[in-house]
């Protein structure tokens, strides 16, 4: 189920992108730039504001939904990307170039997923999928088991 969501985010790598100031969300639309196996690559400017809230409070969720289908991932920023990668984003990105005159004008961090959730809701009923990705553990579930008593 890991590869299917992955699969879907690099075809719908135009991302709901959340975080958080002053304890309230802050939700923008962002790229992915580039995937790594448990990890997403993205760049942006370090004078907008979602740079300086990364960095007061790492915690990320990201969305991306097409159709019936969507994948949330949850991680958390680190921002220690290699130059190696961070050249290879800009270069293959055609809007970075564009916008800035190399890619050093740029900050670059990598999201560390530690969960995933794939919703298809093509399906009767609706199915869920929940990864972990720090235990591999996968749980399998309809959207409706998540809020219903135990």
Known sequence: MIKQAFEFLKENYEVSFATCEDNKPKIRVFQIMKFGDKD?????????????????????????????ISVKCVGQAHFDVDDKTKQWIFD?????????????????????????????????????????????EEKDGFVGDRYSKQ
């Open 40 to 68: 997403l690559f993205f760049a942006t400017s370090p004078k907008k504001a979602v740079f300086k809230q990364l960095h007061e409070n790492p915690f990320i969720e990201i969305m991306a939904f097409k159709g019936k």
């Open 92 to 136: 293959n990105n055609p809007v970075l170039p564009r916008l800035y005159e190399d890619y050093k004008g740029l900050e670059y961090f990598r999201m560390e997923i530690e969960s995933i959730d794939y919703y298809d809701l093509q399906l009767t009923p609706p199915i869920l999928k929940h990864i972990n990705l720090s235990t591999l």
